[in-house]
Structure formats: structure tokens, C-alpha cells
């Protein structure tokens, strides 16, 4: 136990006092022994403010932080201590005039989360300026001015945030920014993305989304790289469409840049975790170079007269993933609690189940459109190929196309933001507004196993570390 | 006009006066145009008993039938005709008692559509000795004695369907089949595979579920090879686990075995649609070679008195799709339905807002057990990673691991099929009873650009026709 001792930061009531009685401080190294046998060791954290009220954070040696609940009977040992003295390392620069100006918008998410480098501790709270000091080659790249939107997690990400970002965006703009870089949880990326293709008009620079999987105290961080590809993509890029920029690999050695409509996060760990769907990706940034595949972007430029922003959407759309043995009570109840539009999610080319057909008759007679995309997430809704599908058809639902579920709910509910005629509504979710729909697919992209069979074994055994 | 008419098939109402005045018939090649200005040409079929009542059937020239709404105002014109006198093309094959004995048990979906070869069309109705016929080869492999259990469309297989199909299995198993083949419709055999996978305890054989994902009269039908592989393996595979045995790649050159708790159908229309999920695949069939790439297999011939049927399941179990700003009313009203179980398809290790915090609470204090999968599909739910993670598994959520929703929802009516302890029911969840839950994922299966970057515009190229 130390000397000068300080109570263990954040914590309260009981778990406090347990704390405070073992002499356990924010940064000892801990060693705690269950009843049930099961051991942990880890560095203590300060307690954020969301954290249960019995649970303790520490950082364990794989670099993830951990909650572990800790029931009365379990011993409690600190095993060693590092004080950590954090302060923001934060980097005044002069405006250099010869490069472009970008800002960046920090939302939360795990591209923003701080490291302690005395202690190894991740802090959640951020400040943009923090990512200027950890990324030094940002200076010759371009003036970035980072600003703090707010810090929510991204599953909180919502359709008021998609709204505050895209005004907060179209100001930046407006104040002369030549690109824009949004700081984004990565859960809900495809979310976000989507809802401000569909708000940002005519877009005149480029809107670049990027978070990291790991936090920046990993030594497999992929944020440091993220931010300096995304930084340069918004300053230099010739294109001027919301994209997401983020590993495309498990190495470091180059970034995709993914139209926001056509991407998807497809692994809940994995650094290369986005994917477009369906397509290739609009290219990809490898040491500060730019190289698009493809020529059918909407280039850097555009009129500034011509930029505007259109956000009226209504809220109150839901989304329904169809499983064999679903019943109609559940779509009735969406349609109780006055829900305007519903995304379905149905299998194969978009099929739902016989015992649906009464709910989707509901929803025809009170002009509640039913939108359907794939379970498969790849490939077309197709629903005049056999009798459930013309069965739909006949029940009013309007064909999703390839559409992913994530861009087709920010577009439904900014479809019934601009009419409420069920009609006009199906021509909106059936045109292709920022890329979301396309007229093929490609065959790159679909999962397939990789080096062929006769490579199985070998990349049976190169698997990726499952944190 | 013909000089012997017979009006069209199935068709009712003032749709057949229609016809009939047109003097058209089944098998007519007819020409629709429409005042909007769309026109179709294609083969009168005979109508389904499903279709709706102000749709007729054609055959189109790329091999798929389609529905057509028929409005008043439309011109029909009759331009070719060439009678169709279907009748089963049934094979009588004296048992080989050299080769093992296989049932295969039809139970509607697209391998089972029958093809006239004088029209060209497809008939819905199915006799699954047809396939017999079709499929000249089978003789050489097996017994083949072919059953219809009944005659649904994929997405209307549900709980019910899944218990009588494993009953019919277990008939068969005692009645000593060596292999068991089940025809399924494509859009839910990881369901239904799932299911059986739980319900069939200690296999002594092989089963093998198949299905196709182009009707058999198309030049690119995958049918007569699909089962042609299934019956290699069902014969003589040394395997005895529920699997699917679908194409591995567009072209007819192999197919993959899948275990059934780990594949998903990952396109809507493509032949090698279905796809091991964050794992290779058990191994292929190729010229009725069967090779394994893995050595983690059940094999044939367990003891036969150890293999028992475990059907019981409660099927008041549901699944909801997480998305940002999803509030909790929709799955407080799943719970005022009267379920006993929710799957949640959480956005990354497995997330939900804030907003849906309330309904989790519900469903703790009333011991609904709430089980969280990914929806990125490959990876784990982890919910000790972040703090949403933790306030989750505070409020008493189940980690789903890398089980993929198919996988989990029937696991969860199996689970409360067994016992209703909320406890008990996480146990089993989180316990690995038929290969639905891996302890690693593999790199391989991946979805990634294939042939590398520098192949891009040539894979964009040779991109699948979208049908």
C-alpha cells in the first residue's frame, strides 16, 4: 500500500469502501481470486460513469479493458503499482497555408479512446486535438482542426446525431473546409454512413468516416493509420461522396475507402472487418497514395451553390428480420405503436412466410410501406421469381433491390420525411439516390475460401487471434 | 386459335373468361403488352393454386417464370404453340444389394421443381422419383428410395416441419437406411439444418440436406449435381452429421459439405450461395469423390441403440434485428405477445443502445432469456470489451459466442424446450452441442477481393448475370 494513498477514481457505495479498504488505487496492479476459481490480473481504471455499480474495470494484459463483477467473498491482492500521471499531450501548430484544411469531427468510438502511456490504461474520455499529437505526420498531410461533436457510443448513434452531424458538416464546409473527417464508433458506421449520403446534396469535398477496432494503446492499433489515410483522402482525394476508410487488411499496409451505402461491418473484432458488399471498393490509400479502382465517383468541386442539405426524415421506421415459424403478432405490434414505414429483412430473394401475409395486408390498408432487402446480404430482392414473392408483390410490399440493411432504413425513414404517399415513398426506396442501389454486383468480394482448397490447412492455422 | 381447345389450367374467375376468349391455353408462347408500355413474352403455364387470382404464369426466355398482372386494358396475343403432355418420366430400379441404401425425403422447394422437356416449363408439383429419372447416375451410387414428406415452399418450414422431419429421419435410420438425403428449399436450410442438428442425438449416418438453386429445366440447373454429391456422401460418406452439400463455386466443378450449424445462404440468387461461416467447410464432393479437409468429423456408425430423437422445444421464441435508435417498445411488445425467449442480433461484439436498457430489464425480472449473436456475422459476442457490453450482461443478456442466428434461434426453443431456468438455459446456449459454436474462426472464408487488388477490374468483368 502506498504512502500517499487516493481512493480509487469513479468508484461508489459499497465497492468503494472495499476498495478504499484494501488500499487499492486507480493504476495497482490487481490479482482477483472468485470462489468459483476463476482469476483475473489486470491494471485498475478509473470507473467511468456508465459502469455498473458492482463491477470493477481493469486492463488485462491483451490490452482489452475488462469488467469483472466482484462479489463479497472474493479475495482482492494488489500485486504492483505504477502511478499514471496523464495529461493531454496536446500539439499547437501554425496554420500552413500551403496545405488544405480539414476538420475533424470526433463523435466517441474507440478511434477515439486515450491511452496512458505510463500505465497502459485507456481512458474514455477525448479530445481531438490528443489524435494530432499521437499522429505526427498529420502536420504535413494538412491543417486539421479537430473538434468534439459529442462522445457517444456508437450503438447510440441515432437519427438525431445523423442530423446534428450533417449540419455540423455543411457549416464546416460553408467555412471553407476542403474535406471533412468524422471520428465514428465502428458498430454503426454503415448507419451513420448511409443517413448522411442521403443528407449531404451535392456534396463539393469529401466526407471520410473512420474509427479504429483496436484502441490506440494496442500494439495492433489501427487507428494511428485510419486517421492518416482518412486525413489523406479528405485533403487530397479527388472525390467528394460520403466514405468510410478503414483497414483492408489485417496488416497495416492499406486502407479501403468504401462508399458509405455499400459497406458493412462483417467481423465483430477483426481489423479488416469493413466490406463492401456486392462490389469492389471506390480504392484504396497506402502511404499517403491514393489509387481508385473504379470511375464512377463524384469528383472533388462541385459547385458550392449546389450543396445543400436535406434532412426531414420520420423516425418512426423499424426493421423485421423474418425467421421460418414467424408469426404476424409482432409486425401488428410495430403497427399498434404507430411505426410509419418497416424494413423487412427477408430470406433468399426476400421471402417471408405465409402466417405474415394478414400483417402485411394491415399495413397495405393503412398505407404503411413494407420495404424488403436480403437476409443473404448479398445479391437482389426479387419477388416475381416464384409465388411467395408475387404473393408479397400482391400485398403491396416494394422490392428492396440490393439494398443493405443498413442503408435501407435511414433511407426509408427519409422517404416518408419527404412524402407519405405509399407510392411516391416505393419510387424513392426503388431509385438510386448515393449509391445504395446498384444495376449488378460483382463476383469479387463474396466470401470464398481463400487460396482455394489446397490452401485450407494453411489458413486453417494463420487465423486470427479471436479477442 | 388450336381446333381442340381446352382453356388454361388452373386459372379462375374473370382471368380464365379472359383467357379463354383469347382462346389461349396452357403451353401457348404468348405476347402481353401493357399501356404503360412494358410488354413480355413467354410460355402460358399452368396456373399454381397460389397465385393470386389477377396474375398469370409465364415462362421467360431466361428460364424463369414470372407473374404477371393482367390489367383489362392489356393486349394478349397468342404467337406459338407447342403442347405439352407431361407425365412422370418414373424409373423402376430393382434394388442393388451391393450398394447402400438411401431415402431421400422431399419436402417441396426448388430441387424438387419438375421440368417438362417438351415445353420447357417447370411444374410446381413434385413426385421425388422424377429425380430418378433425371438423374440416370444414381444407380450406380445407391439404393435410392424416394419419399415426399410434404410439399412447402422454404420459408413456411418451420418448427412443426422440422419435428416431423426428424421423426421421418429416425423411421428411417431404425428401419436401416445408411444415409438419409433431405430435399429443402434454399432460403432456410440453415434453419431446418440447425434444428435437426440439435434434434437427431448420436447419428449413426450421414444426412444430408440439398437443394437447388436453379430450377431443374435451366441449362444451369445445379439439381442433378447437388444430388448426385449428396447421394455420394449419404451412400458413402464417412460422416455422421446433419450437413448441406450445396455447389462450392458457380461452375458445376465441386461441392462443399457443410456442417449444418455453421452455413449460410450469403446470396440471394448465385449457386454457391451457401457458405461456411468463420470456418472451412467440412469438405467437398467432386466426380463422386469425396475428399475431407478436416479430421474434427462425427463418423458413420455409432452405436445404432445410442441414437435417439430429442425434439422438445418451445416454440414461442423470437428474433430482433438491433439498429441505432431502435427504442424498447417493439420488444416490450414481443414480451406482452407472450415469448419465452429472444434472440437479439446485436451491431458489433454484440451491442444494443441505451433506449432498449428498460426492455432488458423487463425481461430479467420476468426470467425471459435473452440471447445476443453479431450482425456482422463472422466473430464473437463479447460483451466485456466495453462498457455497453457490461451494463448488457449486467441486465442479464446471454453471450451468444459465434453462433450465427440461424444456428441460435432454434437452439434457443430447444433450450426452453428443456428447461425454463434462465441459468440453465444460458448454460446450454453457451455449450457446444452440434458444431454452432467454434472456440476459433478461421482467416479462410473471409469475404475478400479476390485475385487481389490488382485483379479487380477483371473480377468486376466476369460478374455473375443478376437474374
Redesign the interface.
Known sequence: MSEEYTPPDGYRGPLQKRLTKEGLRTWSMIRVIKKDGSHYEGVLLPR?M???D??ISIKVDTG????IMLPDDAEITEIGYKAGDYKIPEKIVERNPDLPDVTLLGTGGTVASRLDYRTGAVL?AFEPSELFSAVPELIEICNLTPKTLYKI????????YWIKTAEAIAKEIEEGADGIIIGH????MS??GSALSYFLRDLPVPVVIVGSQRSSDRPSSDGPINIMNASTLAAHGDLAEVVVVMHGT?SDNYDFIHRATRV???????R??F?T?GD??LG?IKNRDIEF??DDLRRRGGPPEDFHLDTKID?RV?????????EA??MH??I??GYHGIII??????????PMYEALDRAKEEEIPVVIV?????????L?????G??M??RGVIEGKNML??AA?PKLMWALGHTKDVDEVAKIMQTNIAGEITT????????????G?K???E??T???K??
Open positions: 467511468s456508465h459502469t455498473s458492482d463491477y482489452y479493458n475488462i469488467g474514455p457510443l456508437s450503438e447510440n448513434f441515432c437519427a438525431e464508433g465502428t458498430d454503426t448507419y451513420s489485417t458493412r461491418k462483417m467481423h465483430s473484432a477483426r479488416d472487418t466490406r458488399v469492389i471498393p484504396k479502382f473504379r423516425e423499424t426493421m423485421l428480420y423474418f425467421y421460418p415459424g414467424m403478432d409482432t405490434a410495430i399498434d405503436k429483412i427477408g430470406t433468399g430473394l426476400g421471402h417471408v412466410g405465409k436480403v437476409q443473404p446480404l448479398f445479391g437482389y430482392s426479387q416475381r421469381v416464384y409465388e411467395t408475387r404473393d408483390l400482391a440493411p443498413e432504413l449488378r454486383e460483382t463476383y469479387s468480394g463474396f466470401p470464398i475460401l481463400q487460396g482448397v490452401n485450407f490447412y489458413t486453417y494463420s487465423v486470427d479471436i479477442e
